[in-house]
Nanobody, 121 residues
Framework: QLQLVESGGGLVQPGGSLRLSCAPSGFTLDDYSIGWFRQAPGKEREGVSCITKSGGFTDYAESVKGRFTISRDNAKNVVYLQMNSLQPEDTGVYYC??????????????WGQGTQVTVSS
């Protein structure tokens, strides 16, 4: 069964940092573009960032530009989302997804179960 597993979430104070990881089970990530999404309580899921197979193109939601960085290490079969200067509005469940096109829309084939990020003092 093809799965994605997110890790690295947790509770952090405003202004703090977290690094999320996305690793596959049953396949290799270098065949796929990867997207990160998040869903806050009572809100729709939104695209946060995406990266192409080679890592040569990345995109970010306006709300996270300059604070979040997506990267990938195909040799280690992992994609990261470095999140700095976190704010309470960044709170939510973060999901990674694998697909054929790097997009901020939810057109991805494989999804993870999500990891909770809570930004609170």
């Amino acid at each position: 069964q093809l799965q994605l597993v997110e890790s690295g979430g947790g509770l952090v104070q405003p202004g703090g940092s977290l690094r999320l990881s996305c690793a596959p089970s049953g396949f290799t990530l270098d065949d796929y573009s990867i997207g990160w999404f998040r869903q806050a309580p009572g809100k729709e899921r939104e695209g946060v960032s995406c990266i192409t197979k080679s890592g040569g193109f990345t995109d970010y939601a306006e709300s996270v530009k300059g604070r979040f960085t997506i990267s990938r290490d195909n040799a280690k079969n992992v994609v990261y989302l470095q999140m700095n200067s976190l704010q309470p509005e960044d709170t939510g469940v973060y999901y990674c997804a694998a697909g054929w096109v790097a997009s901020m829309n939810a057109n991805y084939v494989h999804w993870g179960q999500g990891t909770q990020v809570t930004v609170s003092s």
